[in-house]
């Protein structure tokens, strides 16, 4: 079988970390709208008013007969079948509790450019963005990442992984929310290699995977932009 | 077993999703939190340096030697044991998914009163609020609130449930979703019955079910009030 993924076609975003989970197992996947007529068939489908489990929003995956929505239940579902989550029933609710948290982590990131209204342009809601960016980077971000930093340090499994002792979905997750951190807020998050350790390390181990450095280097990787949820704006980062 | 539930004594919030579910379940729990020194026992948990599965926030659930963290993970968590979700993985991860569009509607119901700062009151910044909600009211509201009830309309269980054919905690939680609408926006609620029916008919009959109707009149249920996720602010309410 091979999985059908939604999402928008130009951007990273929340369907990035499907993606990743999806090129670290090896699964077969077509990237829905990034092909012809795909994001059509994408908007057609969450027209559907034919759908038992209508998704709310992408991205969603297909997988046979099934639609699965929300990023999160996604790689609970993901990580079950492709063994990027712990066999025992405590540690796969442990690895989703982390990206439910990740997914609380990217919706307050979203906002700091964002901060009135997803449908105004960032210009009609910068001074906004100013404060809200200012507030994110000084009290939210270290609350984040020093709450992940300690995941790591007190990890029965060690400092390796955030669930266990092997790969799963949750360290892909930290991968990417570092990169887009590292993308949106260079002169913030210079600092963090001396204050999260740990965090940043298993960034740069995941980015070294070979299934993930292949998947990075080629064009199924979209490059991080102005139109996704981690953007560069040089006003906000400091 | 006694489950053991950490939340804000003094707000419904995240933890009264939590709250619901062990109502309707007729689950042994205590509040700890509302108990003598049981705020401090909270805030001592979430700094404990030794957990292995350190909750990041309020509500985290203790069940036996496990700490469970995240609103819709603990729900997960409880559906399963309690009857409150289908019995087929497919179910259980439909009503995960509907949960984890509830919570992505919370943040945005909180970020009405609180558009920059959660550490900032908002007296100072009332007029980014003004702006966010009326943004809210405008755009979100009848998203979030046009999909619900399509999904009621569409479920092949029938329009009774969001999930399958019998009550689960999605259903507790539309019920928690439009009380919290109609306390903290009571003009622009009082137009969903025609917009919204089967969403208000599945408000109404779950306030009924006896557990859900004694836990509402006891006083384990604390009233809405200006501290919570959703707040009456008359300037905001159009």
Redesign the interface.
């Known amino acids: 079988m091979r999985y059908e993924l939604y999402y928008w076609s130009s951007i990273q975003g929340r369907g990035e970390f499907v993606r990743l989970a999806l090129e670290e197992a090896s699964a077969p996947y077509v990237d829905v709208a990034r092909t012809r007529d795909g994001e059509e068939r994408m908007l057609a489908l969450l027209d559907n008013?034919?759908?038992?489990?209508?998704?709310?929003a992408p991205p969603f995956l297909r997988a046979g007969k099934?639609i699965?929505?929300?990023t999160?239940?996604i790689l609970?579902?993901l990580g079950n079948r492709h063994g990027l989550a712990p066999a025992t029933e405590?540690g796969r609710?442990?690895t989703?509790?982390l990206q439910?948290?990740f997914?609380?982590f990217l919706?307050e990131v979203h906002?700091t450019h964002h901060?009135?209204?997803a449908?105004?342009y960032y210009e009609e809601q910068r001074r906004?963005a100013k404060?809200?960016s200012a507030?994110f980077l000084a009290?939210r971000v270290p609350k984040?990442f020093g709450?992940f930093e300690?995941?790591l340090a007190?990890?029965?499994g060690g400092p390796a992984h955030l669930a266990g002792a092997r790969l799963s979905y949750a360290d892909l997750s930290l991968f990417q929310v570092v990169a887009g951190m590292t993308y949106a807020f260079p002169k913030v998050t210079a600092r963090f290699p001396r204050r999260y350790p740990h965090l940043m390390a298993l960034h740069a181990r995941v980015a070294k995977r070979p299934r993930i450095a292949a998947y990075l280097a080629s064009e199924r990787r979209i490059p991080f932009n102005q139109d996704g949820i981690f953007r560069h704006y040089a006003e906000l980062d400091r």
Chains 1, 2 share one sequence.
Do not use: K, M
Not at 51 to 56: I, Q, R, S, V
């Open positions: 008013e034919g759908l038992a489990c209508p998704p709310f099934r699965i929505g929300q999160a239940n609970l579902f405590a609710l442990w989703h509790q439910l948290t997914a609380d919706v906002d901060p009135i209204a449908g105004l906004e404060r809200r507030d009290n984040y709450y300690r995941v007190s990890n029965p």
